[in-house]
């Protein structure tokens, strides 16, 4: 489903000592969807993240829109449109939605910032903007620091469980704010543990296990993979 490739991994690889953390993975995120990276605890997601983004070591080549970033920094594949959240983001409580969100746009150096009237607009921040974050729901928090990724304009915005520690409810509230970005255009790696919100969200999912992709394909595809299933409940 989708455009062009605009997100590729080709092989990567990730050693953490004798430990194979990635191991050898191939993924591909096309323009305009939004796609799913699950799989059970410890099987490498985030560690793929960080060698997308650059925050670890990593062999193997990771390319946006089909330039080779394997060698830039992280915050030099933030300029070259690859933006980001992490599992536990740090926002600055007592400060506004809007004072939080616009701390991401320096990192946009060099490329024009989304303005952040459309970054609250998108997130459906706005009637809070002058809010302090202490005073959020968890939902909405994570929409702030996606709103920091968000104005920096990425091509690709790469999110680390944005549904952690949510309730179902709030989840499925986050889901559809997710599909309406994905609906405006952006184009989404979305690693979560919430296999509600992976399945019924995502255009297209890949399965990790020990660092290797046991699974590809549309969310039927994955319901039915027996692969996954034994993935899950530990049988391999
Ligand atoms: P979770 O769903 O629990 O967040 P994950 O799929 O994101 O897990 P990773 O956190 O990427 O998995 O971990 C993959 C493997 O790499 C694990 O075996 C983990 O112990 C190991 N690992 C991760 N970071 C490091 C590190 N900095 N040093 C050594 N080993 C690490």
Not at 28 to 43: D, F, K, Q, Y
Not at 147 to 156: E, Q, S
Request: aromatic share 4%; proline share 3%.
């Amino acid at each position: 489903p989708g455009g062009d490739v605009v997100l590729r991994a080709r092989d990567v690889q990730v050693r953490y000592g004798g430990v194979v953390a990635v191991d050898g993975v191939d993924l591909e995120v096309r323009e305009g969807t939004i796609v799913g990276l699950i799989g059970p605890n410890g099987a490498g997601k985030t560690t793929l993240l960080d060698a997308m983004s650059g925050f670890t070591r990593s062999t193997g080549a990771v390319e946006l829109l089909g330039n080779d970033l394997s060698s830039l920094k992280p915050h030099q594949r933030v300029r070259a449109s690859m933006g980001r959240t992490f599992q536990h983001t740090e926002l600055y409580e007592d400060l506004s939605v809007t004072e939080n969100i616009v701390v991401g746009a320096a990192a946009a150096q060099g490329r024009e910032p989304k303005g952040l009237d459309e970054t609250l607009e998108l997130l459906g921040l706005s009637d809070v903007a002058e809010v302090p974050v202490a005073e959020l729901s968890q939902g909405r928090r994570q929409l702030v620091s996606i709103g920091r990724a968000l104005i920096g304009n990425p091509r690709v915005l790469l999110l680390d469980e944005p549904a952690g520690g949510l309730d179902s409810r709030e989840s499925q509230w986050l889901g559809q704010r997710l599909r309406t970005l994905r609906d405006s255009g952006v184009t989404i790696l979305l690693i979560d543990h919430d296999m509600h919100l992976v399945l019924n969200l995502c255009d297209d999912i890949y399965v990790l296990n020990f660092g290797k992709v046991i699974a590809h394909g549309v969310p039927a595809q994955i319901r039915a993979d027996r692969a996954v299933a034994d993935a899950y409940l530990g049988t391999t």
